[in-house]
């Protein structure tokens, strides 16, 4: 559907490149716009996935309305976020349904799915099934968070996606071997990303924000 061939995954997840400092502070505003590259790429993907990127939307808008409002300085990294809103108190973060913290860690385990998938997909046979691979992905990260009917409405969901040649091939990037050429570049930014935010989610206890 639509924006197919407007864009290239290349740039998408050349953004997450800019996330990490040489001091390996995460910055939130790449970040941000890596998520509205892959929210785009989703929605090309046909509307079977809105109920996804939807939700996806809504968090990133939740991040944008942090980093835009007055207290907008406290949201440059994820370091400074923390910092903040657990200044405030551990309790009043907990109660707090649109929480920076809450909110990234809503990402930060999607962004766990996404390593895995595009693993999967950079090392898959020419005729693995796309649907197969998201579904092992997702089992074995982010299914575990969900209620069983978004499990299943996820499941079926995985059942539109077209095969991996196919699906190499809307990521805009050139050839398959270009393709998964580019993943191999392109994962390590994004588990860089994912390490930094684990390692300091962890330190704060915050991995289990309801
Ligand atoms: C290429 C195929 C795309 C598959 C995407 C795999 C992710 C499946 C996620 C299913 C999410 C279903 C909708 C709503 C879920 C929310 O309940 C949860 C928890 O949030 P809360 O309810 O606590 O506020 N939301 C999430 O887990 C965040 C999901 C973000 C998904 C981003 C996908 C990015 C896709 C990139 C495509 C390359």
Same mark, same amino acid.
């Given at each position: 559907m639509?924006?197919? =061939?407007?864009?290239? +995954? !290349?740039?998408?997840? $050349?953004?997450?490149r800019?996330? #990490? ?5 995460? *910055? /939130?505003e ?8 892959l929210?785009r ?15 996806a ?13 007055e ?6 990294s ?7 809103e657990?200044?405030? =108190?551990?309790?009043? +973060? !907990?109660?707090?349904? $649109?929480?920076?913290?809450?909110? #990234? ?5 999607a *962004? /766990? ?13 020419r ?16 299914a ?16 539109a ?27 390590p ?7 930094i ?7 704060h ?6």
């Amino acid at each position: 559907m639509a924006a197919a =061939g407007a864009f290239s +995954l !290349r740039e998408v997840l $050349d953004a997450f490149r800019g996330c #990490v400092t040489e001091r390996r502070e995460g *910055l /939130l505003e790449p970040c941000l716009s890596g998520w509205w590259g892959l929210i785009r790429f989703l929605q090309s993907l046909g509307a079977v996935f809105g109920f996804i990127s939807k939700d996806a939307v809504a968090k990133v808008q939740i991040m944008e309305r942090h980093r835009r409002g007055e207290q907008g300085q406290h949201y440059e990294s994820l370091q400074s976020m923390v910092e903040f809103e657990l200044s405030r =108190g551990p309790a009043e +973060l !907990r109660g707090r349904p $649109d929480s920076g913290c809450r909110t #990234v860690l809503r990402l930060h385990r999607a *962004l /766990l799915w996404l390593q895995l998938f595009l693993e999967g997909l950079r090392t898959g046979h020419r005729d693995s099934r796309t649907s197969t691979i998201c579904t092992d992905s997702y089992n074995a990260s982010l299914a575990k968070h969900h209620p069983w009917v978004v499990r299943k409405a996820a499941t079926l969901a995985f059942c539109a996606l077209p095969s991996r040649d196919a699906f190499l091939e809307v990521m805009n990037v050139g050839p398959p071997e270009q393709a998964v050429d580019m993943l191999g570049e392109a994962i390590p930014y994004i588990q860089s990303v994912y390490g930094i935010t684990q390692e300091l989610f962890a330190q704060h206890s915050l991995l289990d924000l309801p």
